[in-house]
């Protein structure tokens, strides 16, 4: 099942939301668009029955397992520029095992590979979609590399 858009921002999808990041050849500023295509893309093939529901918060990417709940589990954003990729995800920390209120893990790679990790990891550890059999087949891959 393919990543929606939360209604509260239904206006547009979120592929479309994110062309729109795509710089014009005679832009000079950093492209947020085109690598956070590719992770809607990643998102889309890895997870064809699990809803995982999207809000944007200027660039970035929130996740959530519901599309009714205020609190995200992840954040995700990517940046392409001339020299270099950067990727950064974010995760809430359980309420049960986080030390203090809103305590979160953040993370940054360049390699896509290694961020597409980096989501399915943050996906389990924030608890948001427990028992999942897709996401828990994902993970067990990663941990078996």
Do not use: C
Request: hydrophobic share 35%; glycine share 6%; aromatic share 12%.
């Amino acid at each position: 099942m393919p990543i929606v858009r939360r209604p509260e921002q239904d206006r547009q999808t979120l592929q479309e939301f994110y062309k729109e990041f795509i710089p014009k050849p005679e832009d000079t500023f950093s492209d947020i668009g085109t690598p956070m295509l590719k992770v809607l893309e990643f998102l889309n093939i890895s997870f064809m029955n699990t809803k995982i529901y999207g809000l944007t918060s200027h660039a970035h990417l929130l996740l959530f397992n519901h599309d009714k709940s205020n609190e995200h589990y992840v954040v995700i954003v990517g940046y392409q520029s001339e020299n270099y990729n950067e990727f950064a995800v974010e995760y809430v920390i359980p309420k049960d095992t986080a030390p203090w209120g809103n305590a979160v893990v953040r993370g940054e790679t360049r390699q896509f590979e290694d961020f597409k990790k980096m989501i399915i990891i943050s996906m389990v550890e924030s608890g948001g979609w427990k028992d999942n059999l897709e996401l828990g087949n994902l993970y067990k891959e990663i941990k078996e590399l």
